[in-house]
């Protein structure tokens, strides 16, 4: 480990502390949350969102290899003793309140909670706003390189399983991707399932900041629906869930390292800083060129 040196007064030079120069140091590595800018954010999100549709979507549909893959996973859940998903679908579909109620919840809520949760974050939490959303992007990103190396038909498409698509039987907008619009979206993108992804990041950062044990309790059951209602209507496999987490767990690393800390271990407002060694008045700050790792960013004090 390097050391640095520190001129004093007599012109001689000391060796800093080792320690304090990590701390510079890993300073330096880290980013600062920033407070974000509402029309950026929004520019950003849509172009983002934009550009996801257009990659997933552009991504070859490989409809022989998608039904060989989906034979494999259910081949797999058998040999485990975990392939309920079509005792599920016909048990749910046998309700109809409840299985068109489900289709709508896959339309809708994949976007409006996921959104609203942003929103809140924006507003309420800004400090970590910028954190968790890029867990969301880097969880999305990183779901285009599983549609690409693998594609997977969901279980209502494939061949002599006696799925039911609950889209088509009960003539509701359930899924972008059964009916009239199927040709716009790639029916063969269900690994990784991001509807899970989704709804987990919401789930996850609704239990860590929100104070009410009811909103936390609702953060908790959110994926735990959403598991429940793409299993019921056919459109994932639960390993497709599995690989929704894993790419939420890939989100969550890349955060980390972007801002070397937990999301929501960071600020949760956004504070002004002074420069180094200088107070709110423009003076030089007592004390200032020592050691202390605090001195490297100081909130202004508003009272002042």
């Excluded at 390097?2 to 300073?27: F, H, Q």
């Excluded at 407070?35 to 550009?51: D, H, K, M, Q």
């Excluded at 390292?257 to 800083?273: D, I, M, Q, T």
Aim: glycine share 8%.
């Amino acid at each position: 480990m390097g050391e640095t040196t520190v001129k004093s007064l007599d012109n001689r030079t000391t060796p800093s502390s080792p320690i304090v120069a990590d701390g510079r140091l890993s300073r330096l590595r880290t980013r600062v949350p920033r407070r974000p800018t509402i029309w950026f954010e929004i520019l950003l999100i849509a172009v983002s969102y934009w550009t996801y549709s257009l990659i997933r979507n552009a991504v070859p549909e490989q409809k022989a290899q998608a039904l060989r893959n989906a034979d494999w996973i259910w081949r797999a859940e058998e040999s485990m003793g975990l392939a309920f998903e079509h005792a599920v679908n016909h048990a749910v579909n046998s309700v109809t309140w409840l299985i068109v109620g489900m289709n709508y919840y896959y339309a809708t809520l994949h976007f409006v909670v996921t959104i609203g949760v942003l929103v809140w974050l924006y507003r309420w939490q800004p400090g970590r706003y910028a954190a968790f959303r890029t867990v969301l992007f880097a969880t999305t990103g990183v779901a285009l390189v599983g549609y690409y190396l693998y594609p997977l038909a969901p279980p209502r498409l494939m061949n002599g399983q006696d799925f039911i698509d609950t889209v088509l039987v009960h003539h509701t907008w359930g899924s972008m991707a059964s009916g009239n619009l199927k040709h716009v979206s790639n029916q063969y993108a269900a690994m990784p399932s991001m509807h899970i992804g989704w709804s987990l990041w919401c789930g996850i950062t609704i239990f860590l900041l929100a104070k009410a044990p009811w909103a936390r309790i609702l953060g908790l059951l959110y994926p735990t629906a959403t598991l429940v209602v793409i299993v019921a209507t056919a459109n994932h496999f639960w390993l497709d869930a599995v690989g929704g987490m894993i790419c939420l767990g890939f989100g969550f690393a890349v955060s980390y390292f972007w801002y070397g800390s937990r999301p929501h271990r960071l600020p949760k407002l956004v504070e002004p800083v002074e420069p180094v060694g200088v107070v709110a008045h423009g003076g030089p700050a007592a004390g200032a060129g020592t050691d202390r790792e605090d001195d490297l960013e100081r909130p202004v004090d508003s009272r002042r």
